[in-house]
């Protein structure tokens, strides 16, 4: 039996609290090395008081490149158990392991209180559950500069005629608030039911992310009236709507940075940012910055948001959106370079405002330590999707997509997995098709793949049209309102795959996954109680 | 390669902020299949630069039963980090592991973004960093009720004669406050320098954790004067003092429990308890309780600490006493069938008014849930403390002694294992001499290397002068101040331990762990910079 591969930590994700009473319980083990894992469970004053432990068999779950998972639903109708693993390998061999490490399976050996993992009281307000309805929706990414423009008369001075080529990094095209509410219907046509949107704050460049007003509409992007419309509108569709929030750093015209460039360390806001040295600028002799910046240029730079004074202004900022427009969700860029203390208080402060709020933290690689602990309800889940391009540009195999796909979808809790943000491009990455080396059957597949998995996938604005864009600006064109006879095929595929979406629901959002793989095909099978569905993709 | 046994999780345990700018970073492979860990790393943003990776060899660092561990000490200058682990086996073969799982160790591989894992900004105040007295600190635990009658007149009127026996649950003999300030030279003197008490808040019982009114002292232990005295009688003499706080349950005569039983629903504190039915009590057919304890009896009805005026008044509480009277430390019965939450929001406020307090749950098993994440600085450590009895007994042979010990050191961060509270015996587990069946040379080996161990070490009153007892309530006999010739010996012997831990502090506090076994013996070694300590323990 391969010990090295037993592995399992109690009130992490291996312990996953799905509701009241009800817990997800599983064990990690070597792959293809176990024949049997069964748990042993009991109330421990319970049981201290002689009622028997419960046994039962685990069912063989994920597998990993290197691991198997075994997972078991369990009811905790006093809140409180201690578990054991028994394990045999496929040899016939037993051991026992617990919370101080493996002993020998014998009956002595079960009678030791220090030989069981804990799951001491189960509190649900712990699992931080979330909001159901982010499962049940489909997300739809707007970068409003190049959405639609719905009011020429609040277009920047230098505007680009619509679709004009090539995208510049300072292209301005004039798209607006107006013009995505004029596509409400639409959207609601296509099917989508949530609308994320880029940064739409006062800011100089075309895609906000430099902030410098967080409480004011963008004027080339429109009006407060014009948000509260498009809020209102979206709502009345049953659209959620959620916004961008910038608090890693602030852009360089942000009036807090040029009042430390104007008054250095007299400044008020001397201790908003991250300040080794005064004035602010870079060294003459090594060149470097004496302040903390996003990435390494100057212009973006860091937010210190250990300041109590800092956290008071964000978290006003988030309230604010919430509390006069009524939006649904946060999405939070460069989520996991901003420090945890500050989120686990935003996330609380906000959560208390709206219950039901959707908080989102941007990442780009396994962030555990962002989700759940007073923080995220999910992270943008790219290390999900990332391998399923590769998968169809034949660079990943189908039993290694498989195998790390099997690991991205054991990094958190079942109930965040539900919630995970699941997009195969953003306004970050090259577009799908164009990844995609421009194969609109490889593109369906994928999306259609996107649909299969657990998670609140996300649509980037023009994927329905097959739009194509390579790298940052480029994947960042206009949205195509005319489409040819091809990219209309694509929208119905799109439409068709979210109305599948939406009729499997409880399926497809809740049901077991299982997969099978040849060299050249992957099938992937999801499971409910009364549904099964099959999605075969055929890579020869 | 066994790939099964090979793990790491980014932002864990695994990686370790031990100060601004510097961390421990680990992996885990099995046992005795690993040649050589290398870890490759850079500041992401500059490798996208074209500044090139760094690569450096990982130490061979401890080993549980199943697994061994690497670990090596990175300064991070800019905060950020991606790395990614080259791992070979015995046979030469190579693997690259990251965040997406394991690639083949081609140079293409280690050019793509997505396979390394991130450090993505080191805030060191995400650290939580334990205030550095704790793991300066040796603590005595005193049980008031049975180490001193410092005043006669303060005397429970059943009080029995110092010293008689046997200890019944209900048994008083008059211990105070005022008996543990007149014994501050003798413990000075002993040479510990922190004192932890178990509860000296009102309460009908002779141990107190059934707590009645939190913001007065038991008559029977005295007045807050004496309180006062006793605090800084200790600081005078260096030394901390911890109280003891019960905040998983009320006594059942608690004002706020005796309101609920006599009004109901109607109660103003209906809501801070768990009650699922009125009035409460227990069902007449089933017997069961219709509201949750601890445990299964009914005096200790559990309080509803996610409710926030529960909160406001336990953490008010909390600050009373440090606020008050100075104290340094609390430590928090039951504290792993509380919920996180509240603990977050308790440990949030209590370092606000006090920065260098030192935190510690009461747990009995492995709980990083508990330990840093906005929570504890540390737990009760009996998952370590454990087998070193089970040692000494011969019931644990040395090699499965030392894997289990690396177990419990590789559950939390360096700067967490530093102030673990370690203790070989307290007022719930029977007395070390007794469990070591009355050897006592045994019983001085286990201390010596319980003193050699990494963590806060804790005497249990008493354990200098040999005394003995079984489970509770014999393990609450009264302090014995007349030690004969034997019992001064183990004084004698203990304060040397206490001098030779506090002269090799450094070593002991911060040195490398490293082990030898043979079928009868354990030796184990403490390396810092300029100093060996070994410790030679024969089990023949
Ligand atoms: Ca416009
Ligand atoms: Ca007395």
Redesign the pocket.
């Known amino acids: 039996m391969i010990l090295a591969g037993i592995d399992h930590r109690p009130e992490s994700e291996d312990v996953a609290v799905v509701a009241d009473h009800q817990v997800i319980i599983r064990v990690k083990t070597a792959l293809d090395d176990i024949d049997k894992v069964e748990i042993r469970y009991a109330d421990m004053y319970l049981w201290q008081e002689g009622t028997p432990m419960q046994t039962t068999t685990m069912r063989q779950d994920l597998a990993t490149q290197s691991n198997q998972y075994w997972s078991l639903h369990v009811t905790v109708p006093t809140n409180r158990l201690i578990y054991g693993f028994r394990i045999t390998d496929r040899a016939g061999k037993t051991v026992g392991y617990g919370d101080d490490g493996f002993f020998d399976d014998t009956t002595d050996n079960w009678t030791v209180a220090g030989h069981y993992f804990h799951l001491p009281y189960l509190h649900v307000s712990d699992a931080e559950l979330p909001p159901a309805w982010v499962k049940q929706t489909v997300w739809y990414q707007i970068f409003p500069e190049r959405f639609a ?4 008369q ?2 920047p001075a230098t505007v680009a005629p619509w679709g004009s080529g090539p995208v510049n990094r300072d292209s301005f095209y ?3 608030l107006q013009g995505i509410t004029a596509h409400l219907d639409d959207l609601q046509d296509l099917g989508v039911n949530g609308l994320y949107l880029c940064p739409i704050f006062t800011s100089p460049s075309n895609h906000k992310y430099d902030t410098v007003d967080h409480f004011e509409i963008d004027p ?1 992007f429109g009006t407060k009236a014009d948000f509260k419309a498009l809020v209102d509108g979206a709502h009345a569709r049953g659209m959620r709507v959620m916004l961008d929030a910038v608090f890693n750093h602030f852009g360089a015209e942000s009036p807090q940075w040029l009042d430390v460039v104007a008054n250095g360390q007299q400044s008020r806001f001397a201790d908003w940012f991250h300040v080794h040295g005064w004035p602010v600028g870079r060294d003459s002799q090594t060149g470097r910055l004496n302040y903390e910046t996003f990435a390494t240029g100057a212009e973006m730079p860091k937010v210190n948001t250990q300041n109590p004074a800092v956290q008071d202004y964000l978290i006003s900022v988030t309230k604010y959106w919430i509390e006069q427009f009524g939006i649904d969700a946060w999405r939070f860029d460069v989520a996991d370079e901003v420090d945890h203390g500050f989120w686990r208080r935003l996330c609380g402060e906000l959560r208390a405002v709206k219950p039901d709020v959707y908080l989102l933290g941007e990442a780009w690689h396994s962030s555990q330590a962002l989700v759940g602990n007073g923080q995220f309800n999910a992270v943008m889940n790219y290390p999900l999707t990332t391998p399923i391009t590769a998968l169809f540009n034949h660079t990943l195999s189908p039993a290694t997509y498989v195998g790390k796909t099997n690991l991205q979808l054991s990094q958190y809790r079942w109930p965040n997995q539900q919630v995970m943000f699941n997009a195969l491009d953003t306004h970050d990455t090259p577009r799908l098709l164009t990844t995609l080396h421009g194969d609109l059957a490889a593109t369906r597949a994928a999306l259609a793949l996107l649909i299969m998995l657990p998670g609140s996938p996300c649509l980037y604005y023009g994927t329905e049209v097959a739009l194509a864009g390579g790298a940052d600006p480029d994947n960042r064109r206009c949205m195509d309102w005319q489409p040819d006879a091809t990219e209309a095929a694509m929208r119905d595929f799109v439409k068709t795959l979210i109305a599948f979406r939406k009729q499997h629901a409880d399926c497809l959002e809740n049901g077991t996954i299982s997969w099978q793989t040849t060299a050249t095909s992957v099938t992937l099978i999801r499971q409910s109680a009364r549904t099964t569905l099959t999605a075969h993709f055929n890579l020869g």
């Open positions: 423009n719905g009011n020429p609040n277009d004039g798209g607006d080339h």
